[in-house]
């Protein structure tokens, strides 16, 4: 989505500064030879087919099918991990170790989470970029999306909130760490720099995600502290009950934060995919707009096509969701008795472990872009998921649970809010200056390992006693 917008830009730069040159005009027209697909993180994933074997097949029909097959699961580089699927499937069934089954099924959601992605940029190609960037709005995340509602329906409120808030840790600090780290050293002699703009909303609208996640936090405290005591004319402390003893107060502000969160992710889509083309971007040096365009890998790569039709992409984009739903309840339902047998917290499980493996494609295609020297694509990947989990992911499944008649908030805990705020501050001020280097991503990447040692550490509660405590069914 981010990627249509600033190639758009550039066009329009080009255009602006008096671009008649044929050395413009080149870059002009080849800017506007890229598709999504492109510029895509998955793409950098995918491994080209070879139907000639397809093609000898008598029946129309059975070509068409055999060929969808192959470019779902074979045109993967992750496909050697699809058989993680049925083991797991079969693991479950058969009554293997539970933690053999979280393994399983934590392995089999990194290729279906890329191909989720493919098959949206697939429908992309059908409908236009404005659609196609909708779709990648709602879509980006589906896996954390499908994950945190079935950890709803079994009532395990901290496993929601430790995976959700890794997620944003992972995008911020380990992907944008990894790339900024391994691009700088790739590019020693190269000036790296970004379109700084694109950083400052992003981390404006992390700043209001985590007032939201704040201001219950604070309200719990002030209540606890203060909440329903009072003294008489005696001096007795008299105790007098308030709305705040069952957390309805931080409750209803959880909600109410929730539906303000949709509303500004919904107006930053509208800027994003509208208002900001007509913006154009600040003049670059032409040494600069030569480090930008500079990409030989591109120039070597034919335009990309739509390889299968929408109705079968948005078929198989159904199949895959409902097999994300499977594994997420399989991972949602042994994520306790992994951490018991391994020895480690269910906190830094959620936090570490699944925002990782996870998004390791995604991750990926961060870095490789770093490599290239494309840090516009890169912040977009990792700031652009990070803002997504917290301004639509997270509010979404406060809502989803209260339609449930399951009571869930905002309130992630001191400790959890801490890094996350820390987190976002440290990002903030890596980016200010639109320049990057190796030292910045190392610093990033150094500050996810504090907190990941932090949870490796800490003892989190069991899994009973976090559910009595945090969630509370509507009769």
């Known amino acids: 989505m981010s990627l249509i917008s600033e190639e758009s830009s550039r066009s329009l730069s080009l255009i602006e500064n008096g671009g008649g040159s044929e050395k413009r005009t080149a870059e002009l027209s080849r800017s506007n030879r890229r598709t999504v697909q492109n510029l895509s993180a998955t793409s950098l994933m995918r491994k080209r087919s070879d139907l000639k074997l397809i093609s000898r097949v008598r029946w129309e029909f059975m070509r068409r099918m055999l060929r969808n097959i192959q470019e779902v699961l074979l045109g993967t580089k992750l496909f050697l991990l699809f058989p993680a699927v049925p083991f797991a499937v079969v693991a479950h069934r058969y009554g293997c170790p539970r933690a053999w089954v979280f393994a399983l099924s934590l392995f089999g959601l990194i290729p279906l989470a890329e191909r989720i992605s493919f098959l949206t940029e697939q429908i992309a190609f059908h409908t236009g970029p404005t659609v196609g960037g909708l779709m990648n709005a709602t879509c980006g995340n589906a896996t954390e999306m499908i994950i945190a509602i079935l950890a709803v329906g079994q009532?395990?409120?901290?496993?929601?909130?430790?995976?959700?808030?890794?997620?944003?840790?992972?995008?911020?600090?380990?992907?944008?760490?990894?790339?900024?780290?391994?691009?700088?050293?790739?590019?020693?002699?190269?000036?790296?720099?970004?379109?700084?703009?694109?950083?400052?909303?992003?981390?404006?609208?992390?700043?209001l995600a985590l007032l939201c996640y704040t201001l219950p936090m604070i309200s719990r405290f002030a209540t606890a502290a203060t909440g329903g005591t009072v003294t008489n004319a005696s001096n007795v402390l008299l105790v007098h009950p308030t709305r705040s003893e069952d957390g309805s107060d931080v409750l209803v502000l959880s909600r109410a934060s929730s539906f303000l969160m949709l509303f500004a992710y919904l107006a930053f889509l509208i800027f994003h995919l509208f208002s900001s083309r007509l913006t154009p971007p600040p003049p670059q040096r032409e040494e600069e707009e030569d480090d930008v365009y500079d990409d030989n890998v591109s120039d070597k790569e034919e335009e990309e096509e739509a390889v299968i039709g929408m109705w079968s992409a948005i078929l198989w984009l159904i199949t895959m969701t409902l097999l994300v739903a499977l594994l997420s309840d399989y991972l949602v339902s042994t994520i306790q008795d992994a951490a018991d047998s391994w020895g480690l917290s269910v906190a830094f499980i959620g936090i570490i472990l699944l925002p990782i493996v996870g998004n390791a494609a995604e991750h990926a295609g961060a870095v490789i872009f770093a490599f290239r020297n494309k840090l516009d694509i890169t912040l977009g990947i990792a700031l652009g998921s990070a803002t997504q989990i917290a301004l639509f992911v997270v509010p979404v499944t406060v809502l989803v649970a209260w339609a449930m008649g399951i009571e869930m908030d905002l309130d992630f805990n001191l400790l959890e809010t801490a890094c996350l705020a820390l987190s976002i501050l440290v990002t903030s001020f890596t980016l200010q200056d639109g320049t990057s280097n190796y030292m910045k991503g190392l610093v990033l990447l150094l500050c996810y390992i504090v907190i990941a040692v932090c949870f490796f550490v800490s003892n989190s509660p069991s899994a009973e006693t976090i559910t009595t405590n945090h969630t509370l069914t509507k009769r």
Do not use: Y
């Not at 691009?183 to 002699?189: P, Q, V, W």
């Not at 190269?190 to 992003?202: T, V």
């Open 155 to 207: 009532r395990k409120m901290r496993i929601v909130k430790l995976s959700l808030l890794g997620s944003i840790l992972s995008n911020l600090l380990f992907v944008l760490g990894t790339s900024l780290f391994f691009g700088g050293l790739s590019n020693l002699r190269k000036h790296q720099s970004f379109d700084r703009r694109q950083g400052d909303m992003n981390c404006i609208l992390l700043f």
